[in-house]
């Protein structure tokens, strides 16, 4: 379906596009066998919602870092997922636990990933939706990288947060771009679809600007 589509009405309903996409998801049936590393011991601990599991096929993987070479290490609770006119445009994800902190900085460097979308708040009626995986002073070390937040901009419906990102073993840098959106429900989808199709614009817009080659990250809490 279209961006475009997404606001519109379903012909003789009251249900937008967006409405109808999102029931689709909760109608996918799952097989335990496409979810082998998902599925082990060692990663368990770090799915938040015990139902919601990246396919084998495409889970993204990790070169494991400091723990390379241990069971689990490449894993994060994580798939690719084809765009409309690129493979892999995407990667999809699960709202960071405090225990995979590290392995979602690693994430986004491996694969060049310098845009996050996070679709959900840190907190929802008094539970935890997501870890507060960035900094928001001073720069904070994650496992071999070293995030330094920028700047931040408070928009209407979203805020934009901007961090160098330094590899400490080669001493690389770049800048990653996170957008929150800050009127998506947990539950449901928002009431307008205006202001999300505009929120998605402002992403693609930034994509273009400065030349973003790796997939753009989406996550809300428990990576649906």
Known sequence: MHIQQLSQMDAGTTVTGMELEFKKLTLVKSEFCRFVSASLPVNKPKTRLVHLLPYENTRVCLSGGSSRGLEGSDYINANFI????????????QGPLQITTDDFWRMLWEHNSTIVVMLTKLHELG?????????????????????????????????????????????????????????WPEQGVPKS?????????????????????????VHCSGGV
């Open 82 to 93: 084809d765009g409309y006119r690129q493979r892999g445009a995407y990667i999809a994800t």
């Open 127 to 183: 539970r935890e939706k997501c870890y507060q995986y960035w900094p928001s002073e001073r720069s904070v070390r994650y496992d071999t990288f070293v995030v330094e937040p920028i700047t931040e901009y408070n928009m209407p419906q979203y805020i934009l947060r901007e961090f160098k990102v330094t590899d400490t073993i080669d001493n690389g840098s770049r800048t990653v771009r996170q957008f929150q959106f800050t009127d």
């Open 193 to 217: 679809a205006e202001g999300f199709i505009d929120f998605i614009g402002q992403v693609h817009k930034t994509k273009e600007q400065f030349g973003q080659e790796g997939p753009i990250t």
